[in-house]
């Protein structure tokens, strides 16, 4: 410290009160503080660079299972919604707010779609359900709106849901619309809708005769729905950034079928550049893909297999980079969402022993690792600032009505409260 910087912390240390010893004392401390911060600062500019610098390095490389902490035990088991352990709660959508989510809710007050206060265990009445037990619902969100298709079954047609609803809700005003609908499914082969919801717009495929069907897209604010692309869509279209929408399609050539990638302005129905990261990617599932508009995950078959049996998860940073393998299953099926730097997937496996068996596991793409966080078929969502787990029923080869009844814990962890997720000790 100079000899005008002393004289300076001198005269602005406070009143001249007589007491230069106190004086000296705070100019001391302060000076001390200032070291201490700076030694702070250096040290986390040193760690993120050092973070930085190893997932660059092991670009390429797969990503390692490192083991689960005490930490993550312990907060996956504080977090339990306590509506969840006197009603039942299937999660649907994580809500962008850190907060709360999308459910189907089933209690002796209320039975029906809803968004729940995960901290508070208040909800917000969307939709009432008048059969739950003949009901099933599959849901996403995107900031503002929140969509879901409603599938209902009858008497006859067994575990199958022969007809179907889809609707959007907007979180702003609270308007609840049907934007699609089809009250014969089971007759016309169509058992449910494939979506992706994003900047305002929903895009689903539906079947409409032999191997064709139409991508319709809907505008969430006015509800106009329109088909902007028709012919074989085999898997999920997916939203871009943009209003692109991603979609599989099925060609038939001489030397057999093919899947090819085509993307669709959602808003004007025009062909457009399909991105960088995904092109040349081939062998998709009706599971394939998943974006959260910045990051990018592709699930891929292994050579000579179908992803039913044994497949790779790619990973990339940007729309813009060549994906890499991060994760490889030889046998089962694994399915795959992100979220910033994070990435939740699972795996099914079946062992004569051991039986049918999934594995939820979360990534980090800092430390290129990832944990278990759950052995059950009970579901996980991640949003992009909330991880929802939910524990399935104890109940051996239970019907869908058991299922959609059942009490059992569901965990709500913000993003905020996520443990470290470690580099390998290996590594």
Same mark, same amino acid.
């Given at each position: 410290?100079?000899?005008?910087?002393?004289?300076?912390?001198?005269?602005? +240390?406070?009143?001249?009160?007589?007491?230069?010893?106190?004086?000296? *004392?705070?100019?001391? #401390? &302060?000076? @001390?503080?200032?070291?201490?911060?700076?030694?702070?600062?250096?040290?986390?500019?040193?760690?993120?660079?050092?973070?930085?610098?190893?997932?660059?390095?092991?670009?390429?490389?797969?990503?390692?299972?490192?083991?689960t902490s005490e930490a993550w035990k312990k907060v996956l088991a504080s977090h339990v919604v306590d509506l969840s352990r006197r009603a039942s709660v299937t999660?649907?959508?994580?809500?962008?707010?850190?907060?709360?989510?999308? +459910?189907?809710?089933?209690?002796?007050?209320?039975?029906?779609?809803? *968004?729940?206060?995960? #901290? &508070?265990? @208040?909800?917000?009445?969307?939709?009432?359900?008048?059969?739950?037990?003949?009901?099933?619902?599959?849901?996403?969100?995107?900031?503002?709106?929140?969509?879901?298709?409603?599938?209902?079954?009858?008497?006859?047609?067994?575990?199958?849901?022969?007809?179907?609803?889809?609707?959007?809700?907007?979180?702003?005003t609270g308007r609840l619309r049907e934007i699609a609908a089809e009250p014969n499914a089971a007759l016309d082969g169509d058992w449910q809708?494939?979506?992706?919801?994003?900047?305002?717009?929903?895009?689903?495929?539906?079947?409409?005769?032999?191997?064709?069907?139409?991508?319709?897209?809907?505008?969430?604010?006015?509800?106009?729905?329109?088909?902007?692309?028709?012919?074989?869509?085999?898997?999920?279209?997916?939203?871009?950034?943009?209003?692109?929408?991603?979609?599989?399609?099925?060609?038939?050539?001489?030397?057999?079928?093919?899947v090819k990638l085509v993307a669709v302005n959602a808003v004007t129905g025009k062909r457009v550049a399909v991105p960088r990261t995904m092109r040349g990617l081939r062998g998709s599932s009706a599971t394939s893909f998943a974006t959260d508009g910045r990051a990018f995950i592709y699930l891929a078959p292994l050579p000579g297999h179908s992803l039913y049996s044994a497949g790779s998860l790619l990973w990339s940073p940007s729309l813009a980079t060549k994906p890499w393998r991060i994760f490889t299953l030889r046998r089962g099926?694994?399915?795959?969402?992100?979220?910033?730097?994070?990435?939740?997937?699972?795996?099914?496996?079946?062992?004569?022993?051991?039986?049918?068996?999934?594995?939820?596991?979360?990534g980090d793409a800092i430390t290129s690792s990832y944990v278990k966080i759950s052995s059950s078929f009970g579901g996980a969502l991640l949003g992009n600032k909330a991880l929802v787990l939910k524990e399935p029923p104890a109940l051996k080869e239970p019907s869908p009505a058991e299922i959609a009844t059942a009490v059992t814990d569901v965990t709500f962890l913000p993003v905020k409260s996520f443990p470290a997720i470690r580099f390998c000790p290996s590594q």
């Open positions: 410290m100079s000899d005008d910087s002393i004289r300076h912390a001198i005269l602005s +240390a406070g009143p001249d009160d007589g007491d230069w010893t106190d004086v000296l *004392r705070r100019v001391t #401390r &302060t000076h @001390h503080r200032r070291q201490v911060y700076g030694a702070v600062l250096l040290s986390a500019l040193v760690i993120v660079g050092a973070a930085s610098a190893y997932a660059l390095t092991h670009r390429g490389h797969p990503w390692c299972k490192a083991p999660p649907l959508a994580v809500a962008d707010d850190g907060r709360s989510f999308y +459910a189907e809710l089933v209690s002796k007050s209320y039975s029906g779609i809803v *968004r729940i206060d995960a #901290r &508070t265990s @208040h909800f917000l009445k969307i939709q009432r359900i008048p059969r739950p037990d003949m009901f099933q619902a599959d849901g996403s969100a995107d900031g503002r709106w929140f969509v879901w298709v409603g599938m209902w079954r009858d008497k006859t047609s067994g575990p199958d849901y022969p007809k179907w609803e889809m609707w959007s809700w907007d979180s702003q809708p494939t979506f992706s919801v994003g900047d305002g717009y929903a895009v689903w495929s539906q079947w409409v005769s032999g191997m064709d069907s139409d991508l319709h897209a809907v505008n969430l604010s006015t509800g106009r729905d329109r088909v902007v692309y028709h012919g074989s869509v085999q898997a999920t279209p997916l939203l871009l950034p943009g209003h692109a929408a991603l979609l599989n399609e099925l060609i038939w050539e001489a030397a057999g079928k093919t099926m694994i399915g795959a969402e992100l979220a910033g730097r994070y990435v939740l997937f699972s795996t099914d496996t079946y062992g004569e022993k051991t039986g049918a068996r999934r594995t939820t596991y979360l």
